[in-house]
């Protein structure tokens, strides 16, 4: 149930990198933080690539909390 939540806040790509991009966090701390290889950031932001499973709850959540950080 937690999956399809996410699945419905997921960004669009170019909305989440601008997002990431907003709160100064690199794609490899990105990846670090979410336990996946920078590549799979970039397929994500990219939009050759969704995340999937318990890698897109943590994605949503993580922008989420940058996008909250980078607007207060």
């Known amino acids: ?3 399809l939540e996410a ?6 790509p170019r909305l989440a990198r601008e997002i ?7 794609q490899a701390r990105m990846a670090e933080t979410l336990g996946v290889q920078r590549v799979t950031v970039v397929r994500w932001e990219n ?5 999937r499973r318990e890698h897109l709850v943590a994605y949503v959540a993580l922008l989420q909390s940058l996008q909250r950080v980078s607007a207060a």
Not at 7 to 12: F, H, V
Not at 47 to 51: E, F, I, K, S
């Open 7 to 12: 699945a419905r806040q997921l960004p669009p």
């Open 47 to 51: 939009g050759t690539r969704r995340p």
């Open 1 to 3: 149930m937690k999956e």
């Open 20 to 26: 990431r991009a907003a709160a100064g966090v690199s």
